[in-house]
């Protein structure tokens, strides 16, 4: 039986078996309908949520979908559909070809996780979804060996409505190993941690993974709150445990980041590269951020046609190979808001740490910090994610050099002219409204 089994399994990988003719459309209403669907479903299914709230237990999803026919979660009316969970982990998908789309995902005060990503759940895809309330809200890691590959996470809104009281790491896209991730076109924000060390990341790549692929993001680290230490976008993160020191592994190899826009983390760089090689990073617009730092022995990082408050900058022997960027202010001013931090603490007069915030904040707003009054006087406002120039600012001023190789499209999806530009916006392609496109991509929810 094993044998003749065996033989037809051989058949179909030779000839295909048409996994797409036996494929179901499975419509669900309740919470128990779509958990018996994620748990019996079968490669090209399409599971289709109705209208209405559902209040979710966590649900592991098993089940192999394959790449002619991946298995399909969605909802038939997103907006009217909402999926509320207050555990901890909503979906664990540790099986390949998984997609989810259309889905409002809220969480509870504990939440860690919508999507814990593992093993071998190789081909997940979470596209044009709306995720708030979690710690990471997206996370993956290796598990039993394996790591989750060629994973794209596109067109999706991540945000916290409060910061998150956790000493655990708090990052919207947390992605540890896997090769070939693609973070594209989705909005990050207000992803603040009020515990622990209160750093927090608005995506990372890191844990050892290969040739990931950032682009055409928007972050606001602090778009409707503020405080902590909120950092945009890393290869590297802060490291993956349990190595905190020494000769370290690299945590990502031959990655890209380029057409995104970073704004407003007044005390964390826009971009940070850590412990990484071979990774470029081009064409991202950066306000109200301390540009981009590479950092940790060997780290290796091309830094081409960005435009940005603040500098790029290394710490800690990290090498930058530094071509046609705008830099507003200097990369020393980067330390200035931990200095400022740690020399606080130390004081005990309340009117000494009122003055030491003064002289913080001029000094970051100064030519010697982030002089974000550069990027003020070009664009209309950039601060609400507005990067249409000002009447009388020719794009001239944005000009690059033709020498250096450009991606062939902008934030808006443009195609790029025969003159480089700097920064994520082509202004010779055509309009591009930055605040436009997250109006309507925040519209698609209520």
Known sequence: MRRRFSGLLALCVTIGCGWAATARDVPVTDPASLTAAIETAAPGDVITLGPGVYRMDRTPVRRAGSADAPIHVTAREPANTRLRFSGTELFKVSAPHWHFSGLDIEGAVNASHAFHVVGGADGFILRDSRLRGFHAALKANPERGETPD????????????????????????????????????????????????????????????????????????????????????????????????????????????????????????????????????????????????????????TVRNNLMSGAAGTRGGATLVEDGNIEAGFALGAYAPGAAARLKEALEDPSLRDRLDRFSGWWSDSALGRNDAKLNEWFRDPAKADFRLKEGVSASRLAGDLKLAHPSHDFCGQARGAFAQIGAVDYGSGACDVSGWLDRLLRRFP
Request: with cysteine; aromatic share 8%; hydrophobic share 35%.
């Open 150 to 301: 060629d994973a794209k996470i596109e067109g999706n809104i991540f945000y916290n409505a409060t910061p998150r009281l956790t000493a655990r790491p708090v990052t919207p896209v947390d992605v540890v190993g896997g090769d070939r991730w693609v973070i594209r076109g989705n909005f990050i924000a207000d992803f603040a941690k009020a515990g622990g060390n209160g750093v927090s990341y608005g995506a990372f790549l890191k844990g050892g993974g290969r040739k990931g692929i950032v682009e055409r993001n928007l972050v606001i680290c602090e778009w409707r709150h503020t405080g902590g230490t909120r950092i945009g976008l890393s290869f590297g993160g802060g490291g993956t445990s349990p190595c905190n020191g020494g000769v370290c592994p690299l945590e990502h190899a031959g990655g890209i980041m380029r057409n995104n826009i970073v704004l407003n983390c007044p005390s964390a760089p826009g971009v940070d590269v850590n412990r990484s090689q071979d990774v470029n990073i081009r064409h991202n617009t950066i306000y109200k951020a301390w540009g981009i730092v590479a950092r940790s022995p060997g780290t290796v990082a």
